[in-house]
């Protein structure tokens, strides 16, 4: 029996299909790349955009069409897990066999007709059959309690859950012991991290004490508990590499109120100057939400304006898309489709410039990166500072930490060469 597995969405959705494939291989069933040969279609869903959501129900489509092509061909079961809202629950049951909440995944077994339960309290506590040899996604929590007033997450996922430390730890150490090389913390808001004593700072020296050649970092951070203790972690961590990604969603106070996002540009701010403060040389994400209702171009204007000023490395510019059942769905959708493209382009020039820059400044000098994607000879991984770089190698060095002399540079990647002493 084979199992085919669809995943929309972030690193936490990876993460979720990779805890779904081992229920599905420890009652029997082997992973295939090829649909059409498929017994089992298992979808893990995005409910964060419409679109995300509209890319399902072309699935729903597909899957029918499958079905017609050949003769004999036996329609597999289709599941469907992941970030699901109760009221799309209801429009998607007629389209697959069986939708159900990745917390209950352990449930599949039961599903498929197998004694075979795993015994974990935790949807997270079941053992993952991980993507990836040299990179893992450990998730160390999952849900939200903050209901930022555009996101469906405290929805889907619910209230935050916190992973036991000594199961997250344990499974670190049994992956760097196998060799893994990356070490991804995974949660909505991993700064809200709390497991008895043990507080998201305290956890990060906790993973920076396992011996090993790894290398660490997380996402996502909430800007309102982002502190100092954090700051304090990363930059004595030798493992945890200097990247973070901290959304601010906006660069306007009334737009940040409108969310629900509980601290200022000021603040935000502030945070970041005590952060290069300490760390002189980290690089630097964003997420933004542009045209949020009644965003005025005023407003918008804020938010080009702060990133002039912050200079960020990369950034994740999402185009409002209205949820029902939000906060931010009773106001009116009132920019238009072309001025949230206007905007999302506005700010990409400004970061084209501003990465761009930064990156000249990264020209001959040497950098460590982890090769993680080869097509042919060419090489592809992340440095610490999470930047893209491309490299030739005659040797396979895939999942290989290798020294890096830069040789040429663009906004967002890298080329070099194999530096050798
Ligand atoms: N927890 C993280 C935080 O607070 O920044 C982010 C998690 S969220 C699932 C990922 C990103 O999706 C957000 O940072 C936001 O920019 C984007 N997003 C969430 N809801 C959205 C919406 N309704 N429309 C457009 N983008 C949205
Ligand atoms: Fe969504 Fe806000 Fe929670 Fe992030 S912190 S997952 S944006 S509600």
Known sequence: MKYHVIVFGCQMNISDSERVSAVLESVGYKNTSNINEADLIAVVMCSVRQSAVDRVFGLIEKFSALGGLSSGWKKPITILTGCILKKDKKLFINGFDYVLDIKNIK?????????KTESVNNYLDIKPKYTSKFSANVPIMTGCNNFCSYCVVPYSREREISRPTKNIISEIKQLVTSGYKEIWLLGQNVNSYKNGKTNFPKLLKMVNNIPGDFWIRFTSSHPKDFNNDVIEAISTGNRITPYLNLPIQSGDNKVLQ???????VKDYKNKIIGLRKRIPDIALSTDIIVGFPGETKKQFENTAKLFRNIKYDAA???????????VAAKLKDNISWDEKKR??????????????KKNKTLLGKETIVLINESRGNNYFGKNKHYKTVRIKSKENILGKFVKVKITEVAPFTLRGKIFHE
């Open 107 to 115: 449930n599949l077994t039961k599903i498929l007709g197998t004694k």
């Open 258 to 264: 409108l969310m629900n996002r509980h601290y200022t």
């Open 316 to 326: 994740y510019i999402n185009k409002y898309s209205p949820r029902t059942g939000t």
């Open 343 to 356: 905007r999302e382009k506005v700010l990409t020039d400004i970061l084209k410039q501003t990465a761009l």
